[in-house]
Nanobody, 118 residues
Framework: QVQFVESGGGLVQPGGSLRFPCAASGFTFRRYALNWYRQAPGKERELVAA????????KYADSVKGRFTITRDNAKRTVYLQMNSLKPEDTAVYFCNTPYGVIRENYWGQGTQVTVTS
């Protein structure tokens, strides 16, 4: 069974930082590119960051470029999101998943809530 377990979100002040993991299981982790997504209340889910299967290529949404960093550890089957210089508009539930295909269509974790407020 495919599973994604996101954890480590929380409440943080503007300008603060968070780093949290997403642990995956049930598929050959090292063969898949992975993305971080987020969904704010009343908004569509959006792509935040992407990393290749080998971890040697990354891409970011313009809104987070220069502030967020995606990394992965294939031995631990875990992808991470480092978030710096956080803004209130970064408030959302954050999810990880594959970019497309059967896994993305059918399996989503609970996500982790990030709230940026003073």
């Amino acid at each position: 069974q495919v599973q994604f377990v996101e954890s480590g979100g929380g409440l943080v002040q503007p300008g603060g930082s968070l780093r949290f993991p997403c642990a995956a299981s049930g598929f050959t982790f090292r063969r898949y590119a992975l993305n971080w997504y987020r969904q704010a209340p009343g908004k569509e889910r959006e792509l935040v960051a992407a990393i290749s299967a080998a971890g040697d290529s990354t891409k970011y949404a313009d809104s987070v470029k220069g502030r967020f960093t995606i990394t992965r550890d294939n031995a631990k089957r875990t992808v991470y999101l480092q978030m710096n210089s956080l803004k209130p508009e970064d408030t959302a539930v954050y999810f990880c998943n594959t970019p497309y295909g059967v896994i993305r269509e059918n399996y989503w974790g609970q996500g982790t809530q990030v709230t940026v407020t003073s």
